[in-house]
């Protein structure tokens, strides 16, 4: 059973997005908010294993609330997804950068909000190829912070395979694990399993963290055409 936070200043929101998860044999929403400082303290509380997170709620914002959870060792389990209405670059790197596993906005339709909290649940990331070299490209350039980490990240490399690695920049250009498994004519499940290995070995906790080191350390350049 899938066990789910929702965190939404809108009430009608909450209440939608409830029927709809509630309905499914694997799901429950087992707390909601309408808060970032609450979605803190509830997840704390209960642990779930998805947050559904607003940006914009009032009493600390959705990507500061999702800092607090991604940071939390407790919570090494829960993996958020940040929901807006707004679909905008800056929101999705600040969100990435937060440590969010996934990004949706609200006018998603359900069969793909579904998907995306299994997805999630399972351990993998939600964003798309496109999303992720624009984001990520975004984020290299950008962040001076980045930079400065770049040679330690190169250290980081140095603990995994040459084939580990050829894996990791696949991650990075956002590609799922039987796209990873084509490209390198190996099975999906062997794709998969050298991806856990590679967040072992780094204490890397989820696939978008694998694509922000892909980037940050140079593996990954901006502007990778694969």
């Known amino acids: 059973m899938i066990r789910i ?9 909450r209440a939608g997005f ?3 998860l509630t309905a499914e044999p694997d799901m429950e929403v087992i707390a909601e908010c309408g808060s970032g400082h609450e979605a803190v303290r509830l997840a704390r509380r209960d642990k779930p294993d998805v947050v559904l997170m607003d940006i914009r709620m009032p009493d600390g914002d959705g990507l ?7 940071a939390a060792p407790e919570l090494a ?3 958020v997804i940040i929901l807006t209405t707004f679909e905008l670059d800056d929101y999705i790197a600040e969100a990435v950068r937060a440590g969010a596993a996934g ?20 351990g993998d990331a939600l964003l798309s190829p496109s999303v992720t070299r624009r984001i990520m490209a975004q984020l290299a350039v ?5 930079q400065s980490r770049a040679a330690g990240q190169q250290a980081m490399l140095g603990q995994i395979t040459g084939r580990e690695r050829e894996v990791l920049q696949l991650v990075g250009e956002g590609l799922n694990n039987a ?11 062997t794709a998969k399993t050298h991806v856990s290995r ?3 070995k780094l204490l890397i906790r989820d696939r978008v963290q694998l694509v922000v080191l892909a980037y940050e350390s140079g593996l990954v350049r901006p502007g990778w055409s694969g």
């Open 179 to 189: 796209e990873i498994a084509e490209r390198l004519f190996i099975t999906p499940l």
């Open 103 to 122: 990004f949706l906005v609200k006018d998603t339709e359900p069969e793909e909000l579904l998907r995306a909290v299994r997805v999630v649940h399972d």
């Open 142 to 146: 950008q962040s001076m912070a980045a």
């Open 5 to 13: 936070l929702l965190a939404d200043d809108q009430t009608l929101i």
């Open 77 to 79: 389990g829960t993996r």
């Open 198 to 200: 590679i967040m072992t």
């Open 64 to 70: 500061a609330a999702t800092r607090q959870i991604m």
């Open 18 to 20: 409830r029927a709809l």
